[in-house]
């Protein structure tokens, strides 16, 4: 019989571990950024990659440990945040594992990664399930240095490729908060119109793209009776977090739209129990994303995946 207790590992994102921790119960150990708790796992929103049963492995040896991982499965990824050339080592033993950046909009067919890190020389923790095909749970893209206007397009990305899904040619998107135009560039290059709205001006380059439309002015005018039917709303619009939760429940209660991308963003933590709220409505995902700051990304897909 098995009398192993059961845990789960979770991997904070870095600068991010106190805000994993305050949201997880039964903590047993703290490796660096990754929390062990006891039990299954729990919901969380703060983890970028939840290691599923992790076991302890003994190997004596850098042959010793690839050899015992490689008889549990192919993929593997090192969390090396100490003894990093033994882990360096380990992963040099075993099969590689090609870490592209994707390619959006793409959609996402990677094998399953399993994890592993060394608490010692010789004592391996390792699960071969994880949450996150990405390595650490960092997904990366074939970044575009010159379409975007600011970095926040990768947000939008990540957003679509963890959704599944993103607006086709001729959906109607409105962004909220859309300056200089990362977003909108995004949205305007998958070939949808888009209603920008923000109280500065957005980026020539952005605001001239086919299907554009800029309204300069307080994204809280965007309403559903002043906008109509949209397929999509995505805010980056820097507010309180309760500001834009009242905001959305306007567009829910309205049924003129049913997908939604929005940034909660926060200062401090008083504001995090708008994540509960977030999280009550049927179908949402609140994640914290890689490419997000300190701030969540709140999800709700309603059509079909493209
Ligand atoms: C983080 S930036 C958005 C970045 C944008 N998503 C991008 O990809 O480039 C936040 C934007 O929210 C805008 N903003 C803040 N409060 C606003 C309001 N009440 N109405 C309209 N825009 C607002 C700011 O002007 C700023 O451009």
């Not at 003894?83 to 870490?99: D, F, G, M, N």
């Amino acid at each position: 019989m098995n009398t192993r207790k059961r845990c789960t590992g979770y991997l904070a994102p870095v600068d991010f571990l106190p805000q994993l921790k305050q949201e997880l119960k039964n903590i047993t150990a703290v490796h660096d950024r990754l929390v062990i708790a006891d039990g299954p796992p729990q919901p969380t929103v703060w983890a970028e990659n939840i290691w599923y049963d992790p076991q302890i492995i003994e190997a004596a040896s850098i042959g010793a440990a690839a050899s015992a991982l490689t008889k549990i499965q192919r993929n593997w990824w090192p969390y090396a945040w100490q003894l990093h050339r033994r882990h360096t080592l380990i992963q040099e033993k075993l099969p590689h594992v090609a870490a592209k950046p994707l390619n959006f909009p793409q959609q996402l067919k990677l094998a399953q990664l399993g994890s592993f890190t060394l608490l010692t020389p010789t004592t391996m923790l390792a699960s071969a399930q994880c949450s996150s095909p990405f390595p650490n749970g960092v997904v990366s893209f074939v970044e575009d240095t010159e379409g975007p206007p600011s970095r926040a397009y990768l947000k939008l990305w990540e957003a679509f490729t963890q959704l599944g899904v993103w607006p086709k040619a001729g959906d109607r998107c409105l962004d909220l908060g859309a300056c200089p135009g990362g977003w909108t560039w995004v949205l305007a290059k998958l070939g949808a119109d888009v209603v920008a709205y923000d109280r500065a001006k957005l980026a020539p380059h952005v605001a001239s793209m086919r299907g554009v439309t800029t309204v300069k002015g307080d994204a809280f005018n965007a309403t559903p009776d002043r906008v109509g039917r949209i397929d999509w709303l995505c805010s980056d619009v820097i507010c309180y977090p309760e500001r834009l939760r009242d905001h959305v429940r306007l567009w829910l209660d309205s049924g003129l739209c049913s997908n939604f991308i929005c940034t909660l963003k926060f200062q401090g933590d008083s504001h995090y129990g708008v994540i509960a709220d977030m999280l009550a409505i049927p179908g949402s995902r609140v994640i914290h994303l890689h490419h997000n700051k300190h701030e969540v990304t709140w999800m709700l897909r309603a059509s079909s995946p493209n």
